[in-house]
């Protein structure tokens, strides 16, 4: 290798990381608070942009109308698994579906009672 060629590979590494340096490193945090809504992050980058991409096509293929999980897996021991859930904007979440159960079913158990009473006034037919 000349000396020519050498100081061209120093020049380019060189200019390869400076454009790191500049752009930063994949991915971008733009944004992130945290207060009484909860935590909200905005991050941008092409790594950003291919899983977006991945996630709403897996969302969309696998028919799913409101939200879709999937498990991701620690890589150090214990090896713990953990659920990430992408969620339509507007859509109920699995936390608002299990609450507005629970409410409906509070309501029915509420109404039990006067039930049982109509049903022990309730004529019989012989």
Known sequence: MTKREKLSDVKAARDHWR???????????????????????ALTGEVVKAISVALVSTFKAGGAVNFMEMSIFDIDEPYQRYTVTV????ALSPADKLKAAEARNAELERGQPMIDALLNEAPTHD
């Open 19 to 41: 454009k790191l340096a500049e752009n930063g490193l994949e991915p971008r945090i733009k944004s992130m608070s945290f207060g009484s809504e909860g935590f909200d992050m």
């Open 87 to 90: 969620q339509k904007c507007g």
